[in-house]
């Protein structure tokens, strides 16, 4: 990435960071004793959620590298920064093209744009198995307080489910990026642009989709890497069993902390437009420990506290990382790839723009 961008992109994560911390309510009934002895296994379980993340990622540009491969804390680095600006920016826009940026130096924009494609995919399947494994659970656990709306809210669920399975499958077997990227073609004002990119760079979607491709074609890899994001979804769950059991409430389950993540998480990506998730998540914490607890809104506010000092920790370590140690970012130097060519000017012979 260009020291410029890198410079931009540390101001702007202080600046956000800043925001944050005013953002920040602290309840005037806070249990300091209490928070000073479950707040650092809040933090600290995220870390290992973290390195789970991290690996995930490993593993997915390991294997579309071209031979280039990432050290294991290099990823953890590069994790925790795009984590930060994913949380830190509306729609989570930051954390993509921070690490297709730092990438494409190494192994190529064409195999830089696949990777972080794979490893979001990854990510969002993860989240769905998630709120699958939740929806059971509930309805196990919890069978007494299962209503018609509950029944048929959960069906609804598991259907949306099984087709993003499919629809995911689908997508690692015949490609994605160029199917997606085709749809600005009939985008009003985006037409000519589209055209002339695809025109110029046909070769580099042709190969960033067979990367997509060659992920699923090597079981190994795509297993590992979706077993440690469904890992770090479960295990995040604690942080919920050590704030429920810092309030003081009894008998907290870990089936209770993931329902709780499971929902507050579900709330949270729904709502992903706003930026910090403001609201968002001490909405679904609300409401879901009312279902299970009985409690009021006020137990969602505490228990957003810790989650919030929690995010503030780790997205300040991400931004910090953002200037460290970028020249070694990979193991060793890639062939050479495909240019992605995005000079919006160059010339194109009529016939090689696509047609309607």
């Keep these: ?68 491969r990432i050290p294991f804390w290099q990823s953890f680095k590069l994790t925790l920064s795009a984590f930060a600006y994913t949380f830190l920016t509306p729609f989570g826009f930051g954390g993509g093209p921070f690490r297709v940026l730092e990438l494409s130096r190494f192994i190529g924009m064409p195999r830089a744009i696949s990777s ?100 699923k074609q090597n079981p190994r890899a795509f297993w590992s890497s979706l077993v440690c994001e469904y890992a770090g979804r479960l295990l995040n769950a604690w942080e919920f069993w050590f704030i429920l059991t810092a309030f003081g409430l009894e008998h907290v389950t870990y089936a209770d902390a993931l329902l709780v993540i499971g929902f507050s998480s579900l709330v949270g990506n729904v709502l992903y437009v706003l930026p910090l998730q403001l609201g968002a998540r001490e909405g679904g914490l609300a409401i879901i420990l009312h279902v299970l607890y009985g409690t009021t809104a006020g137990v969602g506010i505490f228990a957003s506290f810790y989650t919030r000092i929690r995010e503030l920790f780790w997205v300040t370590i991400g931004v910090s990382l953002v200037k460290v140690a970028n020249k070694s970012l990979m193991k060793a130097p890639a062939a050479e790839a495909v240019a992605f060519v995005t000079q919006a000017d160059a010339p194109v012979s009529p016939a090689e723009i696509p047609t309607e």
């Excluded at 928070?35 to 993340?53: D, F, H, S, T």
């Excluded at 160029?178 to 642009?193: A, N, S």
């Design 1 to 68: 990435m260009n020291p410029l961008f890198r410079n931009i992109l540390l101001v702007f994560g202080v600046v956000a960071l800043g925001v944050m911390c005013w953002l920040v309510d602290i309840p005037d009934d806070i249990n300091w004793e209490l928070a000073a002895v479950y707040l650092p296994a809040v933090i600290g379980i995220w870390g290992v959620v973290y390195c789970l993340n991290a690996y995930a990622a490993k593993v997915i540009i390991d294997t579309v590298g071209n031979g280039s």
């Design 116 to 215: 972080v494609t794979l490893y979001s995919l990854m990510h969002i399947l993860g989240h769905f198995m998630q709120w699958a494994t939740c929806v059971v659970i509930f309805i196990v656990v919890y069978t007494d307080k299962m209503t018609p709306l509950l029944w048929t809210l959960f069906g609804v669920y598991m259907v949306v489910f099984l087709t993003v399975v499919v629809v995911f499958n689908w997508f690692y077997t015949n490609g994605l990026l160029e199917r997606l990227f085709k749809i600005f073609f009939y985008v009003p004002g985006l037409k000519g642009w589209s055209r002339r990119l695809y025109a110029r760079n046909t070769e580099a979607f042709r190969l960033a989709d067979e990367n997509v491709m060659y992920l």
